[in-house]
């Protein structure tokens, strides 16, 4: 039986996310003797991506090329997954814990009936047993799935893909149940942020918090991760606050990163702030207060000023890139 990837693309560039399920499914289907299918939905534009597919670990790619697919809807992808899965009898199905995962997974779990796991970040012990952070990342949990079909959504970042040269074989496959007629959602407009990393893939994030008093002082954020090529995030009463905007808001109630480097700006380090965020390989905090809880979870810490550091630090690093 073949382990099922959803393999998120937009204008056939495959994501960052999607590659790394590739590859952990990759480990996951070889203690097991089973191939790895990617699952891609909508037309694309370079047909050589789907093939290069392979050299993450995908064996085959079944390609629903339809263009009533291009534009994300979980209630749509969910239907043809199902479909899909179904007609090939698989019973494991994986996808990126990022926005389109999170909404896709639950619908395809309810629709395919399958159990549900999400934010996993190893693969399965002896017993079968999977390992993802539960209470806001203060404990770790081992949870085994009893049903037969699992629905598997992997934390981005947590495996680091090692591409080969292997190229997989390419099928296009069309749903027989769903069809253009089904679909409900009909995307109007998209705003993105030209040229900048998206958080979840970001392998640097310079987050700010309330600490910074104000949008209008938001642009030392900017510049340093202008100058570190990295990736903007903030807290949750910022976001609130309407200084920058909800996608970028981090924690609990907002998105979940593992950046190689955190770097905290203004903010406490509360413990809602810290489940989004305690997965990153390096925590560095600036902050004026030095009892801030956030200190307690840094790997290296500033205390000060975050209006005199942060000026001091684009400089500096401006001089160590020439
Ligand atoms: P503050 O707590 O106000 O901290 C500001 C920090 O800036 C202080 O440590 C201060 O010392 C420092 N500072 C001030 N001036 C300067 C300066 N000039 N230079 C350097 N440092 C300075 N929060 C989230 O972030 N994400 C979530 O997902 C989230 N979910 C929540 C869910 C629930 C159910 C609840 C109840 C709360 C949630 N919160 C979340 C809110 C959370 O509890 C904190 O209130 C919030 O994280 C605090 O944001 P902050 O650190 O930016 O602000």
């Known amino acids: 039986m073949a382990i099922f990837v959803f393999a998120d693309q937009h204008q056939g560039t495959f994501k960052k ?45 079944l390609h629903v090329d339809a263009a009533w697919l291009n534009d994300f809807d979980a209630r749509l992808y969910a239907l043809v997954l199902k479909e899909m899965l179904n007609q090939y009898a698989a019973d494991r199905c994986l996808m990126p814990h990022d926005f389109n995962g999170r909404a896709l ?16 970040v190893s693969l399965p012990d002896d017993k079968d047993c999977y390992q993802k952070q539960v209470f806001s990342g203060k404990a770790t949990a081992w949870i085994k799935l009893q049903t037969e ?45 030209q040229g900048r990393v998206p958080l979840t893939e970001a392998s640097i994030i310079v987050s700010g918090g309330r600490g910074l008093k104000g949008p209008e002082n938001w642009g030392m954020i900017e510049q340093l991760a202008e100058v570190l090529g990295a990736a903007t995030a903030c807290s949750r009463p910022v976001a609130d606050a309407g200084w920058r905007p909800h996608h970028e808001h981090v924690g609990q109630t907002g998105l979940t990163v593992r950046p190689n480097l955190y770097i905290a700006i203004g903010i406490s380090g509360a413990i809602q702030h810290l489940a989004g965020v305690n997965g990153s390989k390096y925590i560095v905090v600036i902050n004026k207060d030095p009892e801030a809880p956030f200190f307690q979870a840094a ?3 500033i205390v000060g000023d975050a209006f005199e550091v942060v000026p001091r630090l684009i400089e500096a690093i401006k001089k160590y890139k020439g």
């Open 149 to 193: 079909r699992q629905v598997l959504t992997l934390l981005p970042n947590t495996f680091t893909p090692q591409p080969g040269d292997s190229q997989a074989q390419v099928e296009r496959w069309q749903p027989t149940q769903v069809s253009a007629q089904q679909k409900r959602i009909q995307l109007k407009e998209v705003q993105t942020t």
């Open 299 to 301: 790997d290296y810490g």
């Open 17 to 61: 996310a999607a590659l790394e399920t590739l590859f952990y499914a990759s480990q996951l289907a070889s203690s097991r003797q089973q191939e790895v299918v990617a699952v891609v939905m909508g037309e694309i534009n370079q047909p050589r991506a789907l093939a290069d597919l392979g050299k993450y670990g995908a064996r085959r790619v």
């Open 105 to 120: 997974a639950p619908y395809l779990a309810a629709q395919w009936q399958a159990g549900l796991l999400t934010g996993i």
